[in-house]
């Protein structure tokens, strides 16, 4: 029984900032190969924008977002954060917190389908 909660969003004008937080919970040990943010827009299919590979500390960020956000773990070890920076309209989407046992970094991108958890979503908006 692992749980996701992630949390953090809201409204915001262009070059405004966000924190999400993502929170993860289980019945037992449970340390995940890759925790990820994924966002999805109103028609478009869900986009990996930043992951980070637990053991090694290692983060991927996707070229829409490179310079801007950036993915991070607290010391506690079970909550992630993406902070976002620089926010432009074309980031406006509902944003996931998800967990994989493992996700290969080799591919160079985030797979949906590589992640068995996640949380239930919450909401950026960033207006003109």
């Known amino acids: 029984q692992v749980q996701l909660v992630d949390s953090g969003g809201g409204s915001v004008q262009a070059g405004g900032s966000l924190r999400l937080s993502c929170v993860i919970s289980?019945?037992?040990?449970?340390?995940?190969?890759?925790v990820a943010w994924f966002r999805q827009a109103p028609g478009k299919e869900r986009e990996g924008v930043a992951g980070?590979?637990?053991?090694?500390?290692?983060?991927y960020y996707a070229d829409s977002v490179k310079g801007r956000f950036t993915i991070s773990q607290d010391n506690d070890k079970r909550t992630f954060y993406l902070q976002m920076d620089s926010l432009t309209p074309e980031d406006t989407a509902m944003y996931y917190c998800?967990?994989?046992?493992?996700?290969?970094?080799?591919?160079?991108?985030?797979?949906?389908?590589?992640?068995?958890?996640w949380g239930q979503g919450t909401q950026v908006t960033v207006s003109d």
């Open positions: 980070f590979y637990t053991s090694a500390g290692i983060t």
């Open positions: 998800a967990a994989a046992n493992f996700a290969p970094v080799a591919l160079g991108h985030l797979r949906p389908g590589d992640f068995e958890d």
């Open positions: 289980s019945g037992y040990i449970y340390s995940p190969n890759c």
